[in-house]
Protein backbone atom coordinates (compact mmCIF):
# COMPACT_ATOMS: atom_id res chain seq x y z
CA UNK A 1 0.00 0.00 0.00
CA UNK A 2 1.82 3.18 -1.01
CA UNK A 3 -1.05 5.52 -2.03
CA UNK A 4 -4.25 7.09 -0.34
CA UNK A 5 -7.31 5.74 -1.70
CA UNK A 6 -9.01 8.54 -0.71
CA UNK A 7 -6.96 11.70 -2.51
CA UNK A 8 -3.88 9.68 -3.94
CA UNK A 9 -1.22 10.87 -2.28
CA UNK A 10 1.76 9.33 -0.47
CA UNK A 11 1.37 7.48 2.73
CA UNK A 12 3.76 7.61 5.28
CA UNK A 13 3.93 4.42 7.52
CA UNK A 14 3.19 4.24 11.13
CA UNK A 15 4.72 1.08 13.63
CA UNK A 16 4.96 0.84 17.10
CA UNK A 17 1.18 2.14 17.77
CA UNK A 18 -1.46 0.11 19.09
CA UNK A 19 -4.35 0.05 16.18
CA UNK A 20 -7.83 0.56 17.90
CA UNK A 21 -9.85 -1.60 15.62
CA UNK A 22 -13.07 0.03 16.02
CA UNK A 23 -14.21 -2.23 12.32
CA UNK A 24 -15.36 -4.99 15.14
CA UNK A 25 -17.87 -3.03 17.04
CA UNK A 26 -15.29 -3.35 20.70
CA UNK A 27 -12.45 -2.14 22.59
CA UNK A 28 -9.97 -3.95 20.93
CA UNK A 29 -6.34 -3.01 20.08
CA UNK A 30 -3.85 -4.33 17.81
CA UNK A 31 -0.38 -4.15 18.91
CA UNK A 32 2.63 -5.09 15.77
CA UNK A 33 0.52 -3.90 13.28
CA UNK A 34 1.48 -1.32 10.57
CA UNK A 35 -0.41 1.30 9.81
CA UNK A 36 -0.37 3.99 7.39
CA UNK A 37 -1.55 7.62 7.25
CA UNK A 38 -2.38 9.87 4.70
CA UNK A 39 -0.27 13.16 5.29
CA UNK A 40 -2.44 15.03 3.24
CA UNK A 41 -6.48 14.24 3.84
CA UNK A 42 -4.95 12.11 7.57
CA UNK A 43 -7.15 9.20 6.03
CA UNK A 44 -5.68 6.04 7.94
CA UNK A 45 -5.22 2.98 7.43
CA UNK A 46 -4.05 -0.25 8.59
CA UNK A 47 -3.10 -4.02 6.73
CA UNK A 48 -5.18 -6.40 9.15
CA UNK A 49 -3.57 -10.17 8.22
CA UNK A 50 -6.25 -12.96 8.86
CA UNK A 51 -9.36 -11.13 10.37
CA UNK A 52 -11.58 -14.13 10.26
CA UNK A 53 -8.84 -16.02 12.63
CA UNK A 54 -8.39 -12.33 14.69
CA UNK A 55 -12.34 -12.26 15.35
CA UNK A 56 -12.60 -15.92 16.25
CA UNK A 57 -10.04 -15.35 19.06
CA UNK A 58 -11.63 -11.37 20.22
CA UNK A 59 -14.80 -13.90 20.81
CA UNK A 60 -12.94 -16.50 22.59
CA UNK A 61 -11.36 -14.04 24.69
CA UNK A 62 -14.86 -12.37 25.60
CA UNK A 63 -16.40 -15.87 26.03
CA UNK A 64 -13.79 -17.38 28.17
CA UNK A 65 -12.71 -14.32 30.41
CA UNK A 66 -15.23 -11.65 30.17
CA UNK A 67 -16.15 -12.27 33.76
CA UNK A 68 -18.99 -9.89 34.27
CA UNK A 69 -22.63 -10.22 31.88
CA UNK A 70 -21.77 -9.20 28.79
CA UNK A 71 -21.76 -6.07 26.60
CA UNK A 72 -23.98 -5.33 23.99
CA UNK A 73 -21.26 -5.00 21.37
CA UNK A 74 -20.27 -8.18 22.44
CA UNK A 75 -23.55 -9.83 22.51
CA UNK A 76 -23.75 -8.60 18.52
CA UNK A 77 -20.13 -9.76 17.75
CA UNK A 78 -20.67 -12.97 19.19
CA UNK A 79 -24.10 -13.37 17.67
CA UNK A 80 -22.75 -12.09 13.93
CA UNK A 81 -19.76 -14.03 14.33
CA UNK A 82 -22.28 -17.04 15.05
CA UNK A 83 -24.09 -15.76 11.88
CA UNK A 84 -27.47 -15.69 13.83
CA UNK A 85 -30.22 -13.54 12.44
CA UNK A 86 -31.47 -12.02 16.08
CA UNK A 87 -34.39 -14.17 15.61
CA UNK A 88 -32.58 -17.49 15.24
CA UNK A 89 -30.63 -16.39 18.47
CA UNK A 90 -33.74 -15.62 20.01
CA UNK A 91 -35.60 -18.56 19.06
CA UNK A 92 -32.30 -20.91 20.15
CA UNK A 93 -31.98 -19.32 24.04
CA UNK A 94 -35.74 -19.00 24.56
CA UNK A 95 -36.32 -15.05 24.31
CA UNK A 96 -38.32 -13.23 22.33
CA UNK A 97 -36.48 -11.56 19.17
CA UNK A 98 -37.05 -8.01 20.85
CA UNK A 99 -35.39 -8.88 23.63
CA UNK A 100 -31.98 -10.01 21.72
CA UNK A 101 -32.63 -6.50 19.96
CA UNK A 102 -32.70 -4.45 23.88
CA UNK A 103 -29.96 -6.63 24.96
CA UNK A 104 -27.85 -5.38 21.84
CA UNK A 105 -29.03 -1.46 22.26
CA UNK A 106 -28.44 -1.56 25.46
CA UNK A 107 -32.30 -0.81 26.51
CA UNK A 108 -32.09 -4.70 28.90
CA UNK A 109 -29.40 -6.31 30.40
CA UNK A 110 -28.48 -10.00 29.61
CA UNK A 111 -29.84 -12.16 32.07
CA UNK A 112 -27.32 -14.87 34.08
CA UNK A 113 -28.76 -18.09 32.14
CA UNK A 114 -28.85 -16.31 28.75
CA UNK A 115 -25.34 -15.11 29.17
CA UNK A 116 -24.30 -18.28 30.09
CA UNK A 117 -26.26 -20.45 26.91
CA UNK A 118 -25.12 -17.73 24.39
CA UNK A 119 -21.11 -18.12 25.46
CA UNK A 120 -21.97 -22.25 25.61
CA UNK A 121 -23.11 -21.76 21.89
CA UNK A 122 -20.37 -19.47 20.04
CA UNK A 123 -17.74 -22.13 22.33
CA UNK A 124 -19.35 -24.95 21.08
CA UNK A 125 -19.38 -23.60 17.78
CA UNK A 126 -15.91 -22.25 17.79
CA UNK A 127 -13.42 -24.38 20.66
CA UNK A 128 -10.74 -26.44 18.74
CA UNK A 129 -12.40 -30.15 19.80
CA UNK A 130 -9.79 -30.55 22.80
CA UNK A 131 -10.72 -27.38 24.24
CA UNK A 132 -14.58 -28.25 24.37
CA UNK A 133 -14.38 -30.01 27.56
CA UNK A 134 -13.04 -26.62 29.08
CA UNK A 135 -16.56 -25.06 28.42
CA UNK A 136 -17.43 -26.45 31.85
CA UNK A 137 -14.40 -25.10 34.01
CA UNK A 138 -15.31 -21.53 32.10
CA UNK A 139 -19.00 -21.30 33.42
CA UNK A 140 -17.75 -22.38 36.25
CA UNK A 141 -15.47 -19.52 36.51
CA UNK A 142 -18.26 -17.24 36.77
CA UNK A 143 -19.62 -15.25 39.65
CA UNK A 144 -23.06 -16.52 40.43
CA UNK A 145 -26.12 -14.01 40.18
CA UNK A 146 -24.07 -11.80 38.10
CA UNK A 147 -26.27 -8.05 38.25
CA UNK A 148 -23.36 -6.14 36.60
CA UNK A 149 -22.64 -5.63 32.80
CA UNK A 150 -18.70 -4.98 31.70
CA UNK A 151 -16.37 -2.43 31.88
CA UNK A 152 -15.45 -1.24 28.35
CA UNK A 153 -11.66 -2.57 28.73
CA UNK A 154 -9.91 -3.12 26.24
CA UNK A 155 -8.51 -6.67 24.74
CA UNK A 156 -5.32 -6.28 23.63
CA UNK A 157 -3.89 -8.52 20.86
CA UNK A 158 -0.67 -9.13 19.61
CA UNK A 159 -0.43 -10.48 16.25
CA UNK A 160 1.09 -13.97 17.69
CA UNK A 161 -1.93 -14.60 19.47
CA UNK A 162 -3.81 -14.92 16.28
CA UNK A 163 -1.33 -15.98 13.83
CA UNK A 164 0.14 -19.29 14.48
CA UNK A 165 1.94 -20.99 12.43
CA UNK A 166 0.45 -23.88 12.73
CA UNK A 167 -3.24 -22.31 11.96
CA UNK A 168 -4.32 -22.62 8.31
CA UNK A 169 -5.96 -19.39 8.73
CA UNK A 170 -3.32 -17.45 8.59
CA UNK A 171 -2.39 -16.80 5.14
ZN1 LIG B 1 -5.44 11.01 1.41
Not at 10 to 39: A, M
Not at 60 to 65: F, G
Not at 108 to 118: A, I, T
Not at 140 to 154: D, M
Request: glycine share 6%; with cysteine; hydrophobic share 30%.
Amino acid sequence: MDKCYMCGNSLEVIRDKPYEYTESGLNVLLLGITQYRCGSCEEEYAAIPAPEKLHKIIGLEICRNRKALLLPEEIKFLRKEMNLKSKELASSLGVDESTVSRWENGRKRVGEGSDRLLRTLYLSCTEEEQDRRNILEVLKSFPHHRKEIGERQAISLNPQDWLLPDCACAV
